[in-house]
């Protein structure tokens, strides 16, 4: 059972995303600088993700278990934690309810007695509050509800198994750098180390069982890298051939750079507006013996970076909602509103518009998204094509996929792909 203290900071990360509304990945950066122990903060972090993904069922069992609001709405990540260890942990529900009270008075001296109430009024009362749980969308699907209602409506005979795929961790999937080492040679150097994986693409292995990135063999050395089956497919419907002048339009944190360079002999040019996730790039190319020209510079002002060459190939790998990536970022569901979805709709027509001149004739833009959106995903394609007679659309292999569109399956995670043409 988790410490006190992991309990604790685990508590302080769900504040931060939902009561301060940072992003999990933030909260996390900001734990680390404090230095807690290894075990500590894993703890949290995976308790601060188990509560993230079933947050709509939890507070619907807090709002029905509270007589007022809380005084102070930073008791709430202690309550939450609690209640998702007596639904969804392994320990003994006393433990759980004496180490909340615990970790929750330390913070809050006066919230003994109403932590112990809650939480004991939930044992008593945990079948009744599930089965109505049931009959509560956001509860029993654990999103809020116009993300149902668009999922819904964009995916309506596969909308359920989208959702609920939300619920599930993700699978742990490698990419092998074959510059280095070949995946039969690689699968040896995991089973010599007691880890079970199985290939599941051509530079992809898929670990029975997630393990910390540095307990990887060869990780260090840039033998391999994590990278989701579905991000994976990028480099390959880029169709890249080596010598070609390359763009990586928004290529931080670089998984996508490093794998086109993997595959590739290229001139890559590879962009971002953020020189602190552009670093990211840099040491991940490092990691892997690879090198590009990095520029941190807005993708949708061509002027500010572009020398006027045209691009044989760009992979616009644009911004977008995280739809398909939820179960990865659990924060993301409960952080994103309507209105941030059609801002990012205008961004990726604002970039499309702006590369589609820095591409050679005869050239090809993948555009990409993690979104599971159709206005994000096939919507932007059709208005590009309609507002571009110079432009058509190839026909792409993705098994499985929907016009381009992968939706998160065990194997990956919900990616969309569109490969078009300049003539």
């Known amino acids: 059972m988790a410490s006190p203290s992991a309990r604790a900071l685990a508590a302080e990360l769900v504040g931060a995303v939902l009561q301060q509304g940072r992003s999990l990945t933030a909260a996390l950066a900001a734990a680390r600088a404090g230095r807690p122990e290894a075990r500590q903060l894993a703890a949290a972090q995976d308790l601060a993700y188990g509560v993230l993904r079933h947050y709509g069922r939890l507070r619907f069992y807090l709002d029905r278990l509270l007589e007022r609001p809380l005084a102070d709405a930073g008791l709430t990540g202690y309550l939450l934690v609690g209640?998702?260890?007596?639904?969804?942990?392994?320990?003994?529900?006393y433990a759980v309810v004496n180490e909340t009270v615990a970790a929750a008075t330390r913070r809050f001296p006066k919230a003994r007695g109403l932590v112990n109430a809650v939480l004991r009024s939930f044992q008593r009362r945990q079948a009744e509050l599930a089965a109505a749980a049931e009959q509560d969308p956001v509860a029993r699907w654990n999103f809020p509800a116009w993300w149902i209602a668009r999922v819904q409506a964009d995916w309506p005979d596969h909308w359920q198994a989208i959702l609920a795929s939300a619920a599930q961790h993700p699978p742990m999937t490698l990419r092998v750098n074959r510059r280095r080492v070949s995946l039969a040679d690689y699968l040896s150097r995991l089973a010599a180390e007691g880890l079970d994986a199985q290939q599941t693409g051509p530079w992809a292995l898929t670990l029975a069982r997630p393990?910390?990135?540095?307990?990887?063999?060869?990780?260090?050395?840039g033998w391999v890298s994590v990278q989701d089956l579905g991000a994976q497919?990028?480099?390959?419907?880029?169709?890249?051939?080596?010598?070609?002048?390359?763009?990586?339009?928004?290529?931080?944190?670089?998984?996508?750079?490093?794998h086109l360079l993997e595959a590739h002999d290229l001139d890559l040019v590879a962009l971002d507006s953020d020189p602190e996730r552009l670093a990211r790039v840099r040491e991940n190319l490092d990691r892997l013996g690879l090198s590009a020209r990095l520029l941190a510079a807005d993708a949708g002002n061509p002027a500010s970076w572009w020398d006027g060459r045209p691009f044989d190939r760009i992979l616009l790998d644009a911004p977008c909602s995280a739809s398909g990536v939820v179960r990865r970022h659990p924060d993301g569901k409960w952080l994103k509103r309507v209105a941030d979805v059609e801002s990012l709709t205008k961004e990726q027509d604002r970039l499309l518009e702006a590369l589609w001149p820095c591409l050679g004739a005869g050239g090809k833009l993948l555009y990409a998204t993690c979104s599971v959106f159709r206005q994000e995903n096939e919507a932007r394609v059709?208005?590009?094509?309609?507002?571009?007679?110079?432009?058509?659309?190839?026909?792409?292999?993705?098994?499985?996929?929907?016009?381009?569109?992968?939706?998160?399956?065990?194997?990956?995670?919900?990616?969309?792909?569109?490969r078009l043409v300049k003539a």
């Open 83 to 93: 209640l998702y260890q007596l639904e969804r942990g392994d320990a003994a529900a």
């Open 233 to 258: 497919a990028a480099a390959g419907l880029l169709d890249c051939a080596d010598g070609m002048r390359v763009l990586d339009a928004c290529a931080a944190p670089g998984g996508k750079t490093g």
């Open 382 to 418: 059709q208005a590009f094509l309609g507002r571009h007679p110079d432009a058509r659309r190839d026909a792409l292999t993705l098994p499985g996929a929907h016009d381009g569109q992968w939706l998160p399956d065990p194997q990956h995670d919900g990616f969309f792909y569109a």
């Open 211 to 221: 393990v910390p990135v540095a307990t990887l063999p060869g990780f260090a050395e």
